[in-house]
């Protein structure tokens, strides 16, 4: 069973913020949510966690190993650089979508995500360090394959785009409705999902599903740790023994 904490970082009446006092430039807002992200990302990966965009003006972070302290000074951090605020809701849980419903609930009750009085929430708690263990958090790392041979190098961008994004709504909607994981796009033809303890039959399914429905060849790295950086790491070296050994799933 795997121990996960995950953040809900959401943006305090970022809609209404946006077009006050007039809308505002899209090139700017764009700019705006990228930084912030780094900036997000950056401070995490520094205490081993991993952040991923998602929306943008609400993102979802997995934060084993990381305090209440250092969640205040992330706000902090954040409204010192920009013009909005975040709030944060930790959650914990048996599996990775209970954790996001745990801290999705601790910033639903502190009202709207359009309230303009709601500034800076901080609710929930993180898990404490006495009920961690080594092999908490468990990372999926999937990768398309021959992404460039097949897509890159015979499509225009845009159509490569749309393949990969179909690969990766179906394996998204897998994980989250039949295995209680979250899958996240990262970037080229990656995704990295925050998974409970599955085993590999299950990944050769959710594999087979998505070349079945999206019509995609996927290979995946699976690995476990006391944080999403130890978890991420082990999961890129198993993906890398799929690569030079041929395999579909390594590491579960």
């Known amino acids: 069973m795997t121990n996960a904490q995950v953040t809900l970082v959401q943006l305090d009446n970022y809609g209404p913020w946006t077009v006050t006092p007039a809308p505002r430039r899209e090139a700017d807002l764009q700019t705006l949510q990228s930084r912030l992200y780094a900036d997000l990302s950056q401070f995490l990966g520094t205490r081993d966690g991993y952040a991923f965009f998602t929306r943008f003006d609400n993102m979802i972070a997995v934060t084993n190993g990381i305090d209440r302290a250092d969640h205040r000074r992330l706000q902090e951090s954040l409204r010192n650089r920009y013009p909005v605020t975040v709030s944060l809701g930790i959650g914990t849980g048996a599996n990775p979508t209970d ?48 992404a460039t041979g097949k897509y890159t190098d015979e499509l225009d961008a845009f159509s490569t785009f749309v393949r990969i994004e179909q690969g990766y709504a179906a394996l998204m909607r897998t994980l989250h409705d039949e295995h209680d994981g979250l899958a996240f796009f990262v970037g080229g033809d990656n995704v990295i999902a925050l998974v409970p303890d599955l085993d590999r039959d299950t990944y050769v399914d959710v594999i087979e599903r998505v070349r079945a429905e999206a019509d995609m060849s996927l290979k995946v790295g699976v690995g476990a740790g006391r944080t999403a950086t130890d978890a991420g790491m082990a999961a890129k070296h198993a993906l890398e023994v799929c690569r030079e050994e041929g395999t579909t799933v390594e590491g579960a």
Request: no cysteine; hydrophobic share 40%; aromatic share 2%.
């Open 99 to 146: 954790a996001l419903v745990d801290a999705t609930a601790h910033l639903q009750a502190a009202g709207s995500a359009q309230d303009a009085e709601r500034r800076e929430v901080l609710a929930g708690d993180p898990i404490s360090p006495d009920d961690r263990d080594d092999d908490d958090v468990r990372i999926a790392h999937f990768d398309v394959n021959d």
